[in-house]
């Protein structure tokens, strides 16, 4: 309860009805609009995938996976998805899909170990992508132009919500903002990674921040990653390190930024062996998703996750992300927000 935002003298713009109506209309036009951007070709996802298989997301990697056995599999045990960062270049590979064409996909999870509060909920709803690319495309210059491409779309989406209810008016700069974390970290060095955040965000209305993952010169990562899907060692040529990011755009409705994306150029065999070894996983190594890519079964790529009701939270100018997606939530945290005009589904 301490980390609810209550914004003073909050009012929804939309009712239930109008609400339920904006999510369906941001949910269709995004994911077409995303596709035909960037020539993505939808695919089926599964919710749960085996424990010890290497392709579970391990997110910070200390969030425990909803796990239950399978009786006809002789009690082997399955793990609820918390993304599926991994599996999706699996896809790319099984499906033959070409070199600058890729996939995307509806993702439910489920992450019993979130912190709950405005922007944070057991149930995990994102469109994950990923697309085929090859050895020259793994470059922070390439990265950006995918960052460009998304953040086209979400500007298309920002617009087709004002012209459906012109109470809410467009936000988003013409430009996204490109920033490395170390940089950010020589900005504002008295600062926490959030407050960092929150000062660069609310400065430019939407940034990109790159080179997630390794730790900055204070010793501290700006934030987690797992060591075998995004590339966060990799040297970029200027002087930094990684090839990945978060979109983050500022929500004037909670005064704070709001990360819609994570993202990235996905490890190559040395990135993966590096990243490794530097998190004391080289167990890993012997996984099966680890043993395709070792193999050179599994091509090159960037991918990430896109929140989908985070999305529809800010476009259609929510304080709760419960006044989006139907979740559990604490009885003081529903209690509170219902004296505050902010009616969770």
């Known amino acids: 309860m301490s980390k609810l935002n209550i ?51 391990d997110l910070n990697g200390i969030e425990r996976p909803v796990s239950f056995p399978i009786k006809d599999l002789g009690d082997k045990t399955a793990e609820v998805v918390h993304s599926l960062a991994k599996w999706k270049r699996m896809i790319l590979a099984d499906y033959g899909i070409e ?13 019993s170990d979130e912190e709950l509060d405005n922007l944070h909920s057991l149930y995990v709803d994102q469109w994950d992508w990923e697309m085929h690319i090859e050895a020259a495309d793994r470059t922070i210059p390439f990265l950006k132009k995918v960052v460009e491409r998304i953040y086209r779309v979400m500007r298309r989406t920002e617009y087709v919500v004002y012209e459906m209810f012109p109470s809410i008016k467009p936000e988003l700069p013409e430009d996204i903002h490109f920033v490395y974390a170390e940089d950010l970290l020589k900005m504002y060095p008295n600062m926490t990674t959030k407050e960092r955040e929150n000062e660069i965000t609310k400065k430019y209305g939407a940034v990109f921040i790159m080179g997630i993952g390794g730790k900055l010169s204070n010793g501290e990562p700006h934030d987690g990653r797992a060591p075998d899907y995004d590339d966060w060692t990799t040297e970029t040529g200027d002087g930094h390190l990684g090839l990945n990011g978060d979109i983050l755009v500022w929500n004037s409705v909670l005064d704070q930024a709001l990360e819609l ?34 193999n050179d079964t599994l091509p090159l790529s960037i991918g990430g996750g896109i929140g989908q009701s985070r999305l529809c939270m800010f476009f259609l100018r929510k304080a ?14 529903r209690k509170t927000c219902a004296e505050n005009n902010i009616p969770l589904i």
């Open 261 to 294: 994306s994570s993202m990235g150029i996905r490890v190559d065999k040395t990135a993966l062996l590096k990243q490794l070894e530097i998190t004391g996983q080289n167990a890993r190594k012997e996984l099966y998703f680890h043993q395709r890519l070792l």
């Open 320 to 333: 709760h992300i419960g006044e989006i997606q139907s979740s559990i939530w604490p009885d003081d945290m």
């Open 99 to 111: 070199s600058g064409y890729g996939i995307y996909t509806d993702m439910n999870a489920i992450r």
């Open 7 to 57: 914004p003073a003298g909050y009012k929804p713009i939309l009712d239930l009805k109008q609400t339920e109506l904006g999510i369906q209309q941001i949910k269709s036009f995004f994911q077409a609009n995303l596709s035909a951007e960037m020539r993505l070709r939808r695919v089926t996802a599964p919710l749960f995938v085996l424990k010890g298989t290497g392709l579970n997301d």
